[in-house]
C-alpha cells in the first residue's frame, strides 16, 4: 500500500511539471525496484514459515489417515508391489 502511495504521488508530481531532469523520471522505476526488493526479502521469510506449517500440518492428515486406513490395504499394496515388479522382470 505504501509503495503504490509514493507512485501515486510520484505521479502527480510528475503531472505539474516539477520534474525537470532526466533522473526525476527515473523515480517511480526506482521505487519499485525498492518494493520488488523488500517483497523478496519479505517471500522468503514467508516462504519458510509455509513450509514449516505445510509439514506440521501435513503430519497431522498422516496421522488421521494412519487411523482410518483400512488394514486389508497393506495387502492390495503388496499385491499390486508383486504385479510391478513381475512387469519389471518380463521386460529385463
Do not use: C
Amino acid at each position: 500500500m505504501a509503495f503504490a502511495g509514493i507512485l501515486q504521488h510520484l505521479q502527480t508530481l510528475q503531472k505539474t511539471g516539477l520534474f525537470k531532469s532526466k533522473t526525476a523520471k527515473l523515480f517511480p522505476s526506482f521505487t519499485q525496484e525498492l518494493q520488488a526488493e523488500f517483497n523478496q526479502e519479505f517471500l522468503e521469510d514467508l516462504h519458510q514459515l509455509e513450509l514449516d506449517d505445510w509439514g506440521r500440518h501435513g503430519k497431522v492428515r498422516q496421522r488421521w489417515e494412519k487411523e482410518i486406513r483400512d488394514p486389508d490395504d497393506v495387502f492390495l499394496q503388496a499385491e499390486e508391489r508383486k504385479k510391478q515388479l513381475a512387469k519389471q522382470r518380463k521386460k529385463r
